[in-house]
């Protein structure tokens, strides 16, 4: 293999219906890998059907990352058939508020997703590589794992934990062959923006999109397709030295800032 081609693999990634984790899909199986999407959206299916119209191979398995019963049947009935040498824990869900707004449902249901999600999936495709001595393990984190923004307690809460368990993980299976590293998105163009705009600043969409935008110093919102450029050169071969870390991915948000 060569170029950043993912050929002969095969890629497990969660939350595969839009946005970020449709991107990495794309790309994914453009560049060579049998890709298997787990997600509760439908959406997902359009995603396969559009990898398979480009000449690809994927397949959604509706699956609840939060569910460990779920996730643990659905890699294992992926991997009799299908071995898998990559994982992308691309699932999340957001939420807008401090501490005092942040009600204890909410933080149950990010820690379930987001938290628990990734969990569940390390727990169960993590064994497999081992006995491979072989894998990549790739998790979406985000800017607010490192820096504070208003407004996003439960949020960043989540997203902290994402990149200590990718820390974790590096360090406790390294000599087994498994890499982990995380990416950490700014604000990306996505449907989840559109959908935000749309409910809370109906007639003003595109102030406030400008307005986003504009707190990246880049001048505007990374692509989907930017991340998966990412998420393509972390998980091929020509990445084989790195491990145990996070990139940022944010138009100069985390250090560029006046």
């Known amino acids: 293999m060569g170029n ?3 050929d002969n693999t095969v890629t497990v990634l969660t939350g595969g219906a839009s946005g970020i984790g449709r991107g990495i899909c794309l790309k994914f199986a453009a560049n060579g890998s049998t890709v298997h999407i787990l997600d509760i959206n439908d959406a ?8 398979e119209s480009a000449g690809g191979s994927a397949f959604w398995h509706p699956c609840d990352v939060s569910n460990q019963a779920q996730v643990v049947q659905t890699i294992n009935r992926i991997q009799q058939k299908h071995p898998i040498q990559i994982l992308v824990n691309n699932a999340g869900i957001g939420f807008i508020g401090k501490l005092h ?14 938290v628990k999600g990734i969990y569940n999936c390390l727990y169960a495709t993590v064994p497999h590589m081992q006995a491979a001595k072989h894998g990549v393990i790739l998790n979406i984190s ?4 490192t820096v504070g923004i208003p407004d996003r307690f439960a949020y960043s809460m989540t997203k902290g934990a994402v990149l200590t ?18 990416i950490a998105p700014a604000r990306i163009h996505t449907p989840f923006v559109d959908q935000y705009l749309a409910k809370n600043y109906p007639g003003e969409e595109q ?12 001048g505007r919102m990374g692509t989907p397709e930017e991340v998966a450029n990412l998420a393509l050169y972390l998980c091929s071969e020509e990445a084989g030295f790195v491990t145990g870390c996070e990139y940022p991915i944010d138009g100069g948000f985390s250090n560029l800032k006046p």
Do not use: H, W
């Open 4 to 6: 950043f081609r993912l």
């Open 44 to 51: 997902a299916d359009k995603t396969v059907q559009e990898i």
């Open 101 to 114: 707004e942040t009600q204890e449902e909410d933080l149950d249901r990010l820690y379930n997703v987001n």
């Open 142 to 145: 985000s800017i607010v794992s």
């Open 165 to 182: 368990m990718t820390l974790s993980v590096a360090m406790d299976y390294i000599n087994d062959g498994i890499r982990c590293n995380a």
């Open 207 to 218: 102030a406030m999109f400008d307005r986003l935008s504009r707190t990246q110093p880049i």
